[in-house]
């Protein structure tokens, strides 16, 4: 497995695992099953796995803290805090986010158990807060490293600007955000500045939720509480509208000999070396064929004409509601 560099302390494998779908959003899956995956991505040189304690909440830290515990000096763990979580919480901070220095070390702590670690290798703040100064928070991950606590901290969905807020008080090793073809909103400034600061970037999503892989073509492919259903990118008529924008991708990987995920991953992967995407994947197939992406070459040709034809003001509807799209690029 190649490697790629996440900051200056972070070495990953150059594709990494969202674990998010193994318990939350997707539907889950049999923890037996889902251990079965993580440790099949073991082997195959994966030492890259990302979780939250919103995902499930908690259930998904519990999971992955016990599917990897065989191989802890294998691998790194990147976990996230700053969603309220509950009723209570949530009439407290109406912005849906708590990025205080004492909730960041409250969830620091209860990770840790939760994950059955004593250092979490990267803790990104999940959501910037907008009721708490960057600085504040990142002093208090700060403090979580010089106490061992955390390895690395980083940042989620913020602006250029909040994470070079964010970097002047403590070296951040990575933002994690969207971005796959159809998603370009990381382009420019957001990108520009992680190459200028070393900072590493994390693509969640990098399949477009799995519409890129062209075996989501309907609302109906997926179950009753599948978060997909609440996207507007995945009303009927949008997914559509978008298939035959899948069509040109499966036709320009059949012709490479690969897959439309594979492609997709492809593309990604050559935006920067100091980018490391974390699709999801249930099934171990699917982590074998994802896994398989960072083998492939592109020419600079290709790059450009999947980013042309596949050109994000192709697709039709939103990736967020306007609620939920509001609190990302603070």
């Given amino acids: 497995m190649k490697t790629r560099q996440l900051g200056p302390h972070l070495n990953v494998s150059a594709i990494g695992l969202g674990c998010m779908g193994m318990s939350h959003g997707y539907g889950g899956q049999e923890e037996a099953d889902a251990i079965r995956t993580l440790h099949r991505a073991v082997e195959l040189g994966v030492n890259f796995f990302d979780t939250a304690e919103v995902y499930g909440p908690f259930a998904n830290e519990v999971l992955v803290g016990k599917g990897l515990k065989p191989f802890r000096d294998k691998v790194m763990i990147a976990t996230k805090f700053g969603f309220t979580i509950g009723d209570e919480a949530k009439a407290a901070r109406p912005s849906g986010t708590d990025s205080r220095p004492e909730h960041v070390r409250a969830v620091a702590d209860a990770s840790l158990k939760r994950l059955g670690v004593d250092t979490i290798d990267l803790f990104y703040q999940h959501r910037v807060d907008p009721g708490v100064p960057i600085e504040e928070t990142v002093g208090a991950l700060a403090d979580l490293v010089k106490e061992g606590k955390v390895r690395a901290i980083g940042l989620s969905e913020a602006s250029a600007a909040t994470l070079r807020r964010a970097h002047a008080v403590h070296p951040v090793s990575a933002l994690q955000s969207e971005y796959s073809l159809w998603t370009r909103d990381p382009e420019g400034e957001i990108l520009d500045t992680c190459r200028e600061l070393g900072i590493g970037f994390v693509p969640f999503s990098p399949l477009g939720?799995?519409?890129?892989?062209?075996?989501?073509?309907?609302?109906?492919?997926?179950g009753a509480d599948d978060f997909r259903?609440?996207?507007?990118?995945?009303?009927?008529?949008?997914?559509?509208a978008n298939a035959s924008l899948v069509k040109l991708l499966q036709e320009m990987a059949e012709q490479k000999g690969v897959t439309a995920a594979q492609l997709a991953l492809a593309w990604v992967l050559h935006r920067g070396d100091f980018i490391v995407p974390i699709p999801g994947a249930r099934k171990i197939p699917h982590l074998e064929q994802n896994i398989a992406a960072t083998d492939i070459s592109l020419t600079p040709e290709e790059i450009t004409t999947l980013g042309e034809l596949l050109a994000p003001e192709k697709f039709s509807g939103k990736r967020y509601s306007d609620a939920v799209a509001a609190m990302t690029n603070r």
């Fill in 209 to 222: 939720r799995g519409f890129l892989t062209g075996k989501v073509q309907k609302p109906e492919d997926f």
């Fill in 229 to 240: 259903t609440t996207l507007p990118r995945f009303s009927a008529e949008n997914m559509a």
